[in-house]
């Protein structure tokens, strides 16, 4: 095809009547006019929505860039759309010794055959203004057994993280929701509403073992996964490193096999609350920094800001947000002494 130069034409959009310069190749007139994809876009006769593009990897080199969220959003879009699903189901088992509270009264008795269980409905409004649906089941809570799974706390972390430089922290997307309930302990977390009776197919919050379950299940999921961390429903990655190339591959290279794992067992990650690749990071009431850990700068502000105690109870409240810092301080015990005579008084 031979050019015979260019020329500038003024076109408008004939649905916003707006009106835009585009630089056009002068042909043979025997070829089709085409407006390029660049033209198409600035005068918004389409819209490409790149969120919903996925880009598949063939073999393993990956072109995705760690230091982007929008580009691993891209690549692994399926992991932060949707719902999860944790493998395997989580079947709810009931203390027989446990009687209804009317019952011991002697106000109903006891039948032989199986009696649904209906709790109140209690809706919680979270701070982003999300309504979330929760059960009132004081009764169930009673009976239920309890698996007694130790959960993690901060402390048993600090220990993996004394040569972590740079951190990333997933959230899982309604955690809960991604354990399966078989039907019979479906029927136990059923609740009722203004409009009928419903039931949990999911498991959902306000049952007593539902965190020690959830924490037991994800913890199977991610397990053998390096330089990967989960408290609750936060996922901690780190990379360490001596330079920070180093730690920066360390750390996509984790990231990178976490991702995937989410992907094949249909884990989904909350995308707006995802921190990528960052050398400080609030975690679980600390700050995780390149440095080490220090103390959460929001503690430290609500402590400053405390109201200043009138009362023995008071007092207490202040010591009580006080001890957070015990770790930070050696000799904080010392220090507080004196505030601590006032609750002798």
Request: net charge positive.
């Amino acid at each position: 095809m031979n050019s015979y130069g260019t020329c500038m034409l003024r076109l408008k959009n004939a649905k916003t009547h707006k009106g835009y310069k585009v630089k056009f190749i002068v042909v043979d007139d025997k070829y089709t006019q085409l407006l390029g994809a660049k033209a198409i876009q600035a005068m918004n006769l389409i819209k490409i929505q790149f969120e919903n593009i996925m880009v598949c990897e063939k073999g393993s080199k990956s072109n995705a860039d760690f230091s982007s969220i929008s580009s691993l959003r891209s690549i692994y879009a399926d992991v932060f759309e949707g719902e999860g699903t944790f493998q395997g189901i989580l079947k709810l088992e009931i203390d027989e010794s446990v009687q209804p509270r009317l019952e011991t009264l002697g106000v109903l008795k006891s039948v032989d055959t199986p009696t649904d269980w209906v709790s109140s409905l209690v809706i919680v409004k979270k701070p982003s203004g999300i309504i979330r649906l929760c059960i009132d089941p004081k009764p169930l809570n009673k009976a239920l057994k309890r698996c007694y799974y130790l959960l993690p706390i901060i402390e048993d972390l600090l220990p993996h993280l004394n040569k972590a430089k740079v951190f990333s922290k997933c959230d899982i997307q309604n955690g809960f929701w991604h354990v399966t309930l078989p039907e019979e302990s479906s029927y136990l977390t059923t609740f009722e509403t203004p409009f009928g009776r419903y039931r949990w197919i999911k498991m959902t919050f306000g049952i007593s073992p539902a965190p020690e379950y959830f924490q037991q299940f994800l913890e199977r999921e991610i397990e053998g996964l390096p330089g990967v961390k989960t408290v609750v429903d936060d996922i901690l990655v780190y990379g360490e490193g001596d330079t920070i190339e180093a730690e920066n591959q360390d750390h996509d290279s984790k990231l990178k096999a976490l991702l995937v794992r989410c992907r094949e067992r249909n884990i989904k990650i909350n995308k707006d609350k995802f921190m990528l690749r960052v050398t400080a990071m609030p975690y679980i009431g600390h700050l995780l920094t390149a440095d080490g850990v220090k103390p959460d700068p929001e503690k430290i502000a609500a402590i400053v800001n405390m109201e200043k105690p009138t009362d023995v109870k008071g007092v207490q409240r202040l010591l009580g947000m006080i001890n957070y810092l015990t770790k930070f301080v050696g000799n904080l015990s010392d220090i507080c002494e004196p505030i601590r005579q006032l609750t002798h008084s």
